[in-house]
């Protein structure tokens, strides 16, 4: 049984009259590779600084190995955060910046040359030690940041949106370094995104945050499959959503009437005729066939209005029947054909594949 | 082609060619011409085209001008150590603990400058005088036994009136160096494992020591060559440099070795500078 190795209850934090924490409680297991995701402004990088003792919550208390740290400073704390912009000391070179924090410690010298020459090698860059910090690339930069952190062996590693200043195939190719060194080193991992993408890539967890307040918790698979809000649904993959009334309901199906379209559910108890609820469903799961060719519970006809060309994979946006535009994705691993924008197809998709949310 | 190139040199040419000229005009050939002076001579009130070192000589063996140039470059750099110490706090509050009264703080502290140069020295004369406020409060807080004039006319009094007039000066290159440290700096040092007075001495410290640089030399360079100070609060120990060559030129008529005097002067502080370039030099290289 893995024990909790950070324990945050109840944490607020106000700004001022900004509410950046609602009272957010989080366990964090030891080894766990947790991701807190939401828009810019939900908390997650003000909860990590509290983790890292940057900043103190208004109300709560923050637990490290089962001790209360809320008042303890950063540098008393056994957790090392990885800033944003990585935070390299500009007027020390490669080597003084990594081994700072061994230098702080009074390790002795061949000791902190050693442990640098190992954490340079596990990151590829060999041979950096005298270079200085304005010479270094974004990526190479990014990793002397890494290990300065890792170097010290701390339980936590926090890790604030570091690859969101790196382009695109350099942030994919350091997703997979990070992933790897957390499997070899077995840190736990407190790790802040806005992006979708990079939380399911590299989450055991991902907590989902909005407005100071933790909106969903759970692995990649159960979030995108079974969000619990509509605001879960959106921020993960891309979804169709519809917004609508129940209309009828039993224990096999529930009816969703939404502009003149009837939308399918599967049975459930906890909702009532007349409540206003959405249906999401995600655009892998919607069907797409000629004409007529009716075969699901939820089959509409209707119009391509946009063919969105992916490279491995098509969306296509489609106009219903009530006006509403849905998206629908197909795989394109088979080379078939692109339908043409115009074209009039029937869109269907099973009952299980409606997601109903209350919220 | 060839026109784009012209085009291209001509451009700063054309941009920094107004205040070049303005400063060969009425700096650069002005110099010239004392420079010159200085190795003339005088007899009455004419100037003699008669070349000679004498003047130069007569500045370095003399006692009491050697005196004035070695105490005026003294007063120059104890000013400056002392501003810069007294003042790196005060910037230092200014760009990370205060923010909603920054800008009114640094408006007070820019108001001095509003006021007449001369009238603040006058204003000086008055606090630092017997009966004055710097007696009164030391009589009031039991220090003093008798109103004294403590530090006026010497070459204290010259160093806190200039500390204080300076002020402005010293504080803002400081206060800019310091805001253009990224705070996230200091962050990663604490969470490295610094104390905050740590991560003080070995991130903030050294990023403001280019802001540090400009203010002592800022200081140096004004309170050095001062003679206007030193007149009024200076009484007889702290007569500088400045105020004999103002003597030579004012009074006695004796423009060459007043120049001679400045280019002495002139010469020490460059050896001096140097001194400091090469000795830092030699203090700086590490691993």
Redesign the interface.
């Known amino acids: 049984m893995t024990r909790h190795i950070v324990n945050a209850k109840n944490v607020t934090k106000h700004f001022g009259k900004v509410v950046a924490l609602d009272d957010v409680t989080l366990d964090v297991k030891e080894g766990e590779f947790v991701t807190l995701l939401g828009p810019s402004g939900c908390g997650k990088t003000t909860f990590l600084r509290i983790c890292a003792g940057l900043e103190q919550p208004t109300e709560g208390r923050v637990f490290i190995e089962g001790e209360d740290v809320t008042e303890v400073p950063p540098h008393k704390r056994p957790v090392n955060m990885v800033f944003q912009r990585w935070a390299l000391f500009p007027h020390r070179n490669v080597f003084e910046n990594i081994s700072f924090g061994l230098m702080l410690r009074k390790r002795p010298p061949e000791e902190i040359e050693r442990r640098v020459k190992e954490m340079l090698a596990m990151v590829k860059l060999e041979g950096y030690e005298e270079r200085r910090i304005s010479q270094l690339s974004g990526g190479e930069a990014q990793r002397v940041a890494l290990v300065r952190s890792l170097i010290l062996h701390p339980k936590v590693l926090l890790l604030d949106e570091p690859l969101a200043s790196l382009d695109l195939k350099l942030r994919k190719g350091m997703q997979i370094e990070l992933i790897n060194i957390h499997r070899n080193l077995g840190t736990t991992f407190i790790y802040v995104t806005h992006d979708q993408e990079e939380a399911l890539v590299m989450s055991d967890r991902i907590v989902v945050m909005n407005e100071g307040r933790i909106v969903q918790d759970g692995t990649p698979r159960e979030i995108y499959q079974h969000p619990t809000t509509v605001f879960a649904s959106n921020f993960i993959g891309e979804a169709s959503l519809f917004k609508g009334q129940v209309a009828e309901r039993d224990s096999e199906k529930v009816v969703v009437a939404c502009d003149g379209l009837r939308i399918v559910c599967p049975g459930r108890e906890d909702v009532s005729v007349g409540q206003r609820v959405w249906v999401s469903v995600r655009p892998e799961k919607i069907h797409m066939g000629p004409e007529g060719d009716v075969g699901r519970e939820n089959s509409f006809p209707s119009e391509i209005v946009n063919v969105i060309f992916l490279g491995s994979m098509v969306r296509y946006q489609i106009e219903l029947p009530s006006g509403e535009l849905i998206t629908v994705q197909q795989d394109l691993s088979d080379e078939r054909p692109l339908h043409p924008l115009g074209a009039k197809v029937e869109i269907g998709w099973a009952k299980e594949s409606s997601l109903l949310l209350t919220r | 082609m060839i026109r784009e190139s012209i085009r291209r040199n001509l451009n700063p040419i054309a941009q920094l060619g107004p205040l070049t000229t303005f400063m060969i005009i009425f700096f650069g050939f002005p110099i010239l011409v004392f420079f010159i002076y200085s190795f003339w001579t005088v007899q009455g009130w004419t100037i003699v085209r008669q070349w000679s070192l004498g003047n130069y000589f007569h500045a370095v063996a003399s006692p009491v001008y050697r005196m004035l140039i070695l105490r005026s470059v003294f007063i120059g750099l104890f000013t400056a150590t002392l501003s810069v110490v007294v003042v790196y706090p005060l910037a230092y509050t200014l760009a990370f603990k205060i923010r909603r009264y920054r800008d009114l703080i640094l408006f007070i502290l820019m108001i001095s400058l509003f006021s007449n140069y001369l009238v603040r020295i006058y204003a000086w004369r008055s606090i630092l005088s017997t009966n004055g406020l710097v007696s009164v409060i030391l009589m009031a807080l039991g220090l003093a036994d008798e109103p004294n004039s403590y530090l006026l006319y010497d070459w204290t009094g010259v160093v806190v009136t200039l500390l204080n007039v300076y002020l402005p000066f010293a504080t803002l290159p400081i206060y800019s160096a310091l805001l253009n440290i990224?705070r996230?700096?200091t962050?990663?040092?604490?969470?490295?494992?610094?104390?905050?007075l740590?991560?003080f001495y070995?991130?903030t410290l050294?990023?403001s020591t280019s802001g540090v640089r400009v203010a002592f030399l800022f200081i140096f360079l004004l309170t050095a060559g001062d003679f206007v100070t030193p007149e009024l609060v200076g009484g007889s120990g702290g007569r500088m440099i400045g105020n004999a060559i103002a003597t030579q030129f004012g009074i006695v008529f004796n423009w060459p070795l007043g120049s001679a005097f400045a280019f002495t002067t002139i010469l020490v502080i460059f050896l001096l500078l140097v001194a400091f370039l090469v000795g830092g030099r030699l203090l700086r290289p590490r691993?």
Do not use: F, K
């Open positions: 990224e996230s700096l962050e990663a040092a604490r969470d490295l494992g610094a104390s905050p740590r991560a070995e991130v050294p990023l691993r």
